[in-house]
């Protein structure tokens, strides 16, 4: 007999699948993913991304029929990120009401009205010929004060082609409560603001830059938070729900399980993650050879996120995922 007497077992909730599934603590749901996706302006079929396989720039027609999946699928939500065919200082593609992001959202809520939540990230970085998520000062900082009056735009500009929620993400101060205030004065009350709060300078972007053809040089440290800080993501996420954020969501995930932990434990309001872009690439990489049970270690990745505290989480997986948990 065990030292720890005959009574202690918990290999015996393990017993059948059945039993497991019962004493599950944590779901993983259609409903909490959200698919991130790109659509490209000028181009007359889907591109992959070499660095993010199973991904695709879309058309604005092969966009479309992804976002239908996604509904059929039950996802939470679509994530638009937009890839202009031309750049410049201040990223006016952004604003432009014929901009591909601003028509790309109101092809996509055409089609699918409110069967899925459709979000928009709001950021400049897309847009600009620097790669920067703001303008720059003419000593080339990032001006922070002058970006929150074009993400305040920029918002006007996505409400009027009817998207459900905005998702900014270049961490600007005081961003949420700007874009709130532009909204609300313009009479879009309705329209809620997914903020990327703990947004750190992350490695793990890598493969979303050639994604969306970032012309970046350097790096976004004067703006994304350190990783080396835990607190802070908690007092960025904090400040968001004061100035008006519907959700919060910390980003990367993998790496910042215990923020997305302690922003969990911090706020009142759902609390998003994102499964960014390089956590995708590794997997695969590992999976295409052979070193992983892919199917295995997706679920496995995105439940966790969810058992740190993540109510829903942004995936590239969302719709395969979708599919395996109706299996
Ligand atoms: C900025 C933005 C980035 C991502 C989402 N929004 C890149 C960055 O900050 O450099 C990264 C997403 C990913 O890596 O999957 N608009």
New binding site residues.
Partial sequence: MSHLGPVVRPRRLRTTAALRRMVAETSLEARQLIL?VFVREDISEPQPISSMPGVVQHTRSSLLAAVSEAASLGLGGVML?GIPASKDATGSGALDPAGILNVAIADVVAEVGDAITVMS?L?L??FTDHGH?GVLTPDGRVDNDRTLELYAEMALAHAAAGVDMVGP???MDGQVGAIREALDGAGHTDISILA?SA?YA?A??????E??G?S?EGD?RTY?QDSANAVEGVREALLDVDEGADIVMV??ALAYLDVIRRVRDAVDVPVAA???????AMLEAAAANGWIDRELAILETLLSIRRAGADVVLT?WAAEAARLLAR
Avoid: H, T, W
Wanted: hydrophobic content about 25%; some cysteine.
């Fill in positions: 991130p990120f990230d950021c970085d897309e998520c993400s270049g961490m990327y947004k992350s793990f972007f890598g493969p979303f830059r994604a969306v970032s970046l976004r994304q980003k990367p994102y499964n960014v872009s390089g956590e995708y590239y």
